[in-house]
């Protein structure tokens, strides 16, 4: 393994705070294509991310072939009416999603995700090391927030994981941990509603509240 060191690159001057807090899930992409050097950074992003015994698991494929990402959209469609369906949802189209539901955009996504410039699918070589995959997930989207480039973390269903290993020729033994579709929103970035840090954080023992 050939390893390199990296300097950061002029392109990601925004700043980490407001990278951090204005990020939001961006499933409302425009299909315009994103340029490879841009590609390049946030992948580089990525691969600089901590990992668990500097053993760099994580792999990442990016799919840009207008063919495949098509392919793989009607695949992450069925994934995620599969997942509806084993919630016990009763919904089988989106027009049938309340219009308030959270599931309103996610199911557009669902849609959409087909015309996305760019589909990252996201493994590790080694088995149970998502702990050392995800971080590299987030900064590949921290990295796209500061270019202005939309992204959002998602998964699959066991129902379609074979036909996605057999599109993209991914070897059996890679382990799957999400994917990240990219573009140029059609939306803005900025601050989202959250829980205070407050009502989810305990200190030295389950339900004893931080002093903030």
Request: with cysteine.
């Amino acid at each position: 393994m050939s390893e390199v060191r990296l300097d950061p690159p002029l392109e990601l001057s925004l700043s980490l705070g407001e990278a951090m807090f204005t990020q939001r899930a961006m499933r409302r992409l425009k299909p315009d294509p994103i340029p490879e050097s841009q590609l390049e950074i946030l992948l580089n992003a990525a691969s600089k991310a901590p990992n668990g015994g500097n053993m760099q698991p994580a792999r990442f494929l990016a799919v840009r072939d207008r063919a495949r990402v098509e392919a793989f959209g009607e695949l992450y469609r069925e994934a995620w009416w599969a997942k509806r369906r084993d919630e016990g949802r009763p919904w089988t189209r989106r027009e049938d999603i309340p219009a308030d539901s959270v599931f309103r955009m996610a199911a557009l996504l669902a849609d959409e995700i087909r015309h996305a410039p760019v589909v990252v699918l996201a493994f590790g070589i080694y088995p149970g090391m998502g702990h050392s995959v995800l971080p590299a997930m987030q900064n590949l989207m921290l990295a796209a927030r500061a270019l202005g480039i939309g992204s959002t973390l998602t998964t699959l269903h066991p129902q379609v994981m074979e036909r996605v290993y057999a599109l993209f020729g991914v070897p059996e033994k890679v382990e799957f941990h999400g994917c990240i579709p990219l573009g140029y929103p059609r939306g803005r970035f900025g601050p989202t509603p959250r829980l205070k840090s407050s009502e989810t954080t305990y200190i030295d023992a389950w339900s004893q509240p931080p002093p903030w």
